[in-house]
């Protein structure tokens, strides 16, 4: 009998700190399997969940997509019916190294905002790297925004004065560029809140752990794992010069553009590389006059609010973002 080969080990150090469902989880249906940095590229990989465990989506009022200049956004509308002035609306990035993914990626946080923090959800299918790097994705970004500010109350019946941004991983780094690029559009957007949930703020980090501890100390977290990252990162942004650019690593933003970003939801998970630059980015807002919140998830690997149909802490996750939306919006 063949013993199948181990492609994302647990190494007992880190399954001490984890959360055992996740442990669980992991050893029932992630231990033996070749993630997409394992493997030749292959665009049609695409087609499968980046992160297996993700809850079903909800059902909601109504899901259309609209095409912009080069991609198309999906649009999640509650039921009933619209306040007076339109819906509040989440613009919405999903994650996957600016890499994976596509338009239907993260149904359940999209459904699950929608439904249960009564907004309308603009969920982005920016273009992806390779065949797109880097600028490709924080243009989308930038050109979704502008017109969900332009057309969306005309077009999709939300308040262009309520509007939240948010995403995760690189949904987060593109989020955080919305924020930053928010003020510098003519007319300026006005952004209530972004929530960033384990975003990339800084692409020079790397497993000497020299600018961001936790790129050392998780660095034999399963699934993003340094070589996931290193991969991604090749894969968006193969010119070192770019690293340090604001729209790629919105870190180095100057501090008179950190200070007209809105106020920030910040969440990071302990077992995860990023979770040191996520800090420092909300640290960086604080210093310069923003409101942040950061909220650290004990025991948590990188990806777990995908995993919140298997996981008590990726339900909690989901619920915590739903909770800091629909409080700002003033809907729950």
């Known amino acids: 009998m063949t013993t199948p080969t181990v492609w994302q080990p647990l190494p007992e150090h880190i399954v001490n700190k984890l959360d055992p469902e996740y442990v669980a989880f992991h050893n029932e249906h992630i231990l033996h399997t070749r993630l997409q940095h394992q493997r030749p590229w292959d665009p049609a990989i695409r087609s499968k969940p980046t992160v297996p465990g993700e809850s079903e ?3 909601v009022g109504n899901i259309k ?3 912009l200049s080069k991609f198309s956004v999906r649009v999640y509308t509650p039921e009933g019916d619209a306040p007076e002035k339109g ?5 919405y990035f999903h994650g996957g190294g600016w890499t994976l993914g596509g338009i239907g990626a993260e149904a359940s946080i999209c459904t699950n905002v929608c439904k249960r923090a009564n907004c309308v959800v603009v969920s982005v299918d920016y273009r992806l790297a390779p065949e797109n790097p880097y600028p490709a994705a924080a243009e989308d970004a930038v050109e979704a925004l502008e017109w969900l500010y332009n057309k969306g109350a005309s077009e999709i019946n939300v308040d262009v004065n309520a509007i939240a941004v948010g995403g ?3 949904g987060g780094n593109l989020s955080a560029i919305c924020g930053l690029k928010a003020s ?3 007319p300026p957007v006005p952004i209530a809140l972004q929530v960033l949930l384990v975003p990339v703020t800084d692409n020079t980090a790397d497993a000497s752990g020299t600018t961001h501890a936790s ?3 998780n660095k034999d977290t399963a699934w993003l794992n340094i070589a996931r990252m290193e991969w991604f990162k090749s894969n968006y942004l193969p010119n070192k010069e770019d690293w340090t650019k604001w729209d790629a690593s919105p870190y180095f933003a100057p501090d008179e553009l950190i200070a007209k970003a809105p106020r920030a939801w910040v969440a990071v ?3 995860d590389i990023l979770r040191d ?3 420092a980015y909300a640290e960086k807002l604080k210093r310069n006059g923003v409101q942040v919140e950061v909220k650290l998830y004990k025991g948590a690997p990188h990806q777990i609010m995908a995993m919140d149909g298997v996981t008590q802490l990726g339900k909690q996750m989901v619920s915590d973002i739903v909770d800091v939306i629909g409080k700002t919006f003033g809907t729950i």
């Open 57 to 59: 989506p909800l059902q």
């Open 65 to 67: 997509d609209v095409k």
């Open 87 to 91: 819906w509040p609306v989440l613009l």
């Open 168 to 170: 995760s991983s690189s």
């Open 184 to 186: 510098q559009l003519s």
């Open 215 to 217: 790129w050392r100390e």
């Open 269 to 271: 998970c302990e077992l």
């Open 277 to 279: 630059e996520g800090v």
